[in-house]
């Protein structure tokens, strides 16, 4: 017979890992990022979706891969390169909308339990790359739940970049894969408004060649 008890389990039972203060306002999506990159060393990051053209203006050609025709794929192509470079992080930045639709993927990186990569989900509840649409669940969806199901070694959401600036260093430390569920308005630019950058495949060769380097610099 199965476990009752394990099916008895009801949503409301789950207990809350970070409870949503009161009165705070969602953070800016750019001083999530500029936070990251002002603390990211050397680490290869992983921008996709409205992550993308703020991030292309604050760190240019460095150690970034952006990737936005593969809508879901960024924490595989951060699952690749932190398992082919063990010795440097790799910084995912994460849209909601595409870690629904590749929620597997979730269980894919905690299988492989990469000791070096960071996962951060930007959750606005909608696809605001493609016209703000809401993601199935808007903001009810808890992936810190769903990653830490999955199996993530450490998985925590925050709500206040006051917080965010505090937590960060150790969050840059901690032993992955971590994910952050961190919750933003919009961004001002999306692919669609700030439209060019460097085509996929050449960035792709361009970190390649920059990683072959010894001594390769973000
Ligand atoms: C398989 C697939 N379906 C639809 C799209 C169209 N599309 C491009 S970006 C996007 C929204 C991305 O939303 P989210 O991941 O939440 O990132 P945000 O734009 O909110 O930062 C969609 C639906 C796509 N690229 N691929
Ligand atoms: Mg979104």
């Given at each position: 017979m199965a476990d009752k008890k394990t099916h008895d389990?009801?949503?409301?039972?789950v207990k809350p890992h970070d409870v949503k203060p009161h009165d705070v306002k969602p953070m800016k999506p750019e001083e999530i990022l500029n936070l990251i990159h002002a603390n990211r060393g050397t680490a290869i990051c992983v921008p996709t979706m409205t992550t993308g053209p703020h991030w292309r203006t604050i760190?240019?050609?460095?150690?970034s891969v952006g990737c936005?025709?593969?809508?879901?794929g960024a924490s595989s192509l951060g699952l690749g390169l932190a398992l082919a470079q063990p010795d440097r992080r790799v910084l995912v930045l994460d849209g909601d909308g595409s870690l629904l639709m590749q929620l597997g993927s979730l269980a894919t990186v905690a299988g492989a339990a990469p000791r070096n990569l960071v996962h951060f989900l930007f959750k606005n509840g909608v696809y605001h790359t493609s016209g703000a649409q809401g993601i199935p669940g808007g903001l009810t969806v808890d992936f810190v739940a769903m990653a830490k199901g999955a199996g993530y070694r450490m998985v925590c959401a925050i709500y206040d970049i006051e917080d965010f600036k505090r937590r960060l260093p150790e969050i840059l430390k901690a032993e992955g894969p971590v994910f952050v569920e961190l919750h933003t308005g919009l961004a001002d630019q999306t692919p669609m408004t700030a439209r060019g950058g460097v085509p996929f495949p050449k960035q792709v060769s361009d970190l390649r060649a920059k990683l072959l380097k010894p001594r390769a610099r973000a």
């Open positions: 389990v009801k949503p409301h039972d760190a240019p050609d460095d150690l936005v025709g593969f809508m879901g």
